[in-house]
């Protein structure tokens, strides 16, 4: 009789994680992209299974809440009181008796198990027609594993905790990858005889082999070819090692993929990530959650991205940059700072020391240093002067600014939200915007200049400074002069206006062009 090609798949995930010392659940901890339960779970996507059952026990709520949000379909069944993974999985099968078929059982903390590993390992059960398959491995340290127990005939015969084992069933370096198929009808059976009668006092989903063999059962061993697939987290350290398993396994598979990863040990590549074509990875760099980087892009060295898009031929060079679109050939940093809603044209610039937020800066637009942009809207081919802060924030509400295209705003310029620069407009160094810029008006908003002749020679007497400005000519008597006369005008003693003054009291430059 053939088997139904039904599939239902139970994760198991109540266990507490004691050795994590942690007070997130261990399942929740994250693992470049995913939660370790995240992990577990995308690795049964491909099985078309028609129910996911997920075992819930230590930090259930926290658990039931991330489920949820990554796997709305799953079911969340409780099991109160942990007796053990073989009263899990009844727990599991208890809450969908409709269940028949295969019954795929997996560990919530093994994340490097492969889909087509997993694939393999039901395929394999149900083309042998199988009353349960375990997926093992052959490994170096088999050391609180599970071991693969098999008779004269080569075939299983149980499998047999670490804890309860003969010394000669330690030293088989085989061992069970904590990965199963089972017909759900005999495991139904095979669970209601377990015991726990063992070293923990536990029910072992283990067991259940020894049984079906005692019953006569066809029982399968799939053994995987790598053996890191099966490898569990129990504490931080594995965590850690996991992530560096993880991280070469993403990377290898990138490399191949026609993307340059100059270092790849310093280089940590979420599962979640998109890169194209001759994309250029150098050292230190994180690519995180929902991030693409598009073909030719250079990110890195020591570059942060979280959520957000690198154009094609853009490069990234020493920044932070979290939820911002960095459109085809920008450029960014070194030691910008992009924050949610950035979002730059082709070919803009961010440069040195710059934070954005919820500003868009239009094609060919640039802000190439010191500056904060937030809450802004910079047309295109315009040019942000060095140290620009936009005054986004009255200490109630933000307000927006927006500047036109083709415009050139001078260096240390103060832009007060709500304000518009139009179309071609310049703005003086130094000026504090408050109000509208018309299109090509040129705004200056500061302070006159007012240099007081002398002061240094009178107030700081025989100071290098003093002594430099004496050498350089500048006249004792004639500053002294005009102390006694009292000097004219509105200027006090031994001040005037700034020779060449125009509007303002101030000097027109190159840097600067005047209108009138
Ligand atoms: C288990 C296997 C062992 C195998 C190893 C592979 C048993 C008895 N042993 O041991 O042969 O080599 O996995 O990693 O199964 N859980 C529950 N409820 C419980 C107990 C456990 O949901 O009552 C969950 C845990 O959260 C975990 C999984 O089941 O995700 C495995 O349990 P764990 O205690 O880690 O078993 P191991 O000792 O690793
Ligand atoms: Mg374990």
Known sequence: MSQPRTRTVVVLAAGEGKRMKSALPKMLHPLLGRTLLGHALAATDGLGAERTVVVVGHGAEQVRAHLAEVAPAATPVLQAEQHGTGHAVRVALDAVPEATGAVVVISGDVPLLRPETLDGL????????????????????????????RGGDGQLERIVEERDASPAERAIREINGGSYVFDATRLRAALAKLSSDNDQGEEYLTDVFGLLVGAGEPVGVHVATDATETLGCNDRAQLAGLRRLLRDRVNDGWMRAGVTILDPATTWIDVTVQLGRDAVLDQNTQLCGATEVAEGAVVGPDVTLIDSVVGEGATVLRSHVQGAEIGPQASVGPYAYLRPESRLGRNAKVGTFVETKKATIGAGSKVPHLSYVGDATVGEHSNIGAATVFVNY???????????????????????????????????????IISDVPPGAMAVARGQQRNVEGWVLRKRAGTPAAEAAERAGAERAGAAGAERTGAAG???????????????????????????
């Not at 059960?125 to 199988?130: I, L, P, S, V």
């Not at 509400?397 to 500047?403: C, D, L, Y």
């Not at 006090?492 to 600067?512: I, K």
């Open 394 to 432: 009255d200490g109630v509400r933000k307000h927006h600014t927006t500047i036109g295209n083709h415009a050139r705003t001078g260096a240390d310029n103060m832009f007060v939200a709500p304000v518009n620069v139009g179309d071609g407009a310049y703005t003086a160094a130094g000026s504090v």
């Open 490 to 516: 509105a200027a006090p003693a031994g001040e005037q206006a700034h020779p060449g003054a125009g509007e303002g009291g101030r000097r027109w430059d190159a840097r600067d062009t005047p209108t009138e």
């Open 122 to 149: 039901v395929t394999a059960h149900e083309a042998a027609g199988a009353a349960a398959t375990v997926l093992a491995a052959e490994v170096a340290d088999p050391t609180g594993l599970g071991r693969i127990v």
